[in-house]
């Protein structure tokens, strides 16, 4: 191959389009069926067979592989203490206050969103939402996901959910105005409104 050759080759795009070219040849299902077959005539094979546990036993005898099989003993020994440890240390570091002030908040919430008060549960979990003052964040409350998000897209800007609740009123107080007969044939198939 020609130095320019390989100089070109070796640019980034180049390598990304390459890259990306041979994901998408290899995902291609011809192409993985041909992949299969040949490994699984390999594994039959008695001679490879015996040769690819050799050299997987002997990698599981290196430090290395050792060491991560130990470490992957320990994170399960102490999943539930990890995943504490880390919700502990992201809260103090992100809003500045410990796991027990945390834990305090959802108490005097009554371990209910702020806003809707939807209880708090596996599927609906407290975010902690603050505001960030001259630079340090300060906790308001927790709240479930929906309402925390919510605040995000109007911006936390009262003008905003003023106007949305407008908005809403408006529309609440002309469909009261709409005779009954008009709105059930006005509404869509299945159900949905």
């Not at 041909?34 to 997987?56: G, S």
Request: proline share 5%.
């Amino acid at each position: 191959m020609r130095e320019r050759d390989k100089l070109y080759r070796q640019r980034p795009e180049v390598k990304e389009r390459r890259r990306k070219a041979a994901l998408e040849y290899s995902r291609r299902s011809e192409v993985r069926e041909k992949h299969n077959l040949a490994a699984r005539k390999r594994y039959q094979d008695p001679e490879y067979r015996a040769a690819f546990k050799a050299k997987q036993k002997a990698y599981s005898q290196t430090p290395r592989a050792k060491e991560l099989a130990r470490l992957r003993r320990q994170t399960a020994k102490n999943k539930q203490y990890m995943h504490e440890y880390r919700q502990e240390w992201f809260q103090k570091n992100r809003y500045g206050f410990s796991m027990e002030q945390w834990k305090n908040m959802l108490a005097e919430q009554g371990e209910r969103c702020a806003l809707c008060h939807v209880p708090f549960s596996e599927f609906c979990r407290p975010h902690t939402d603050h505001l960030v003052v001259d630079g340090k964040p300060v906790v308001r409350g927790l709240l479930c996901r929906e309402c925390n998000v919510g605040l995000g897209i109007f911006k936390e800007s009262p003008r905003l959910l003023m106007a949305a609740i407008d908005y809403i009123t408006d529309f609440q107080l002309r469909m009261d105005s709409v005779p009954t007969a008009r709105l059930a044939a006005a509404k869509p198939a299945g159900g949905v409104q």
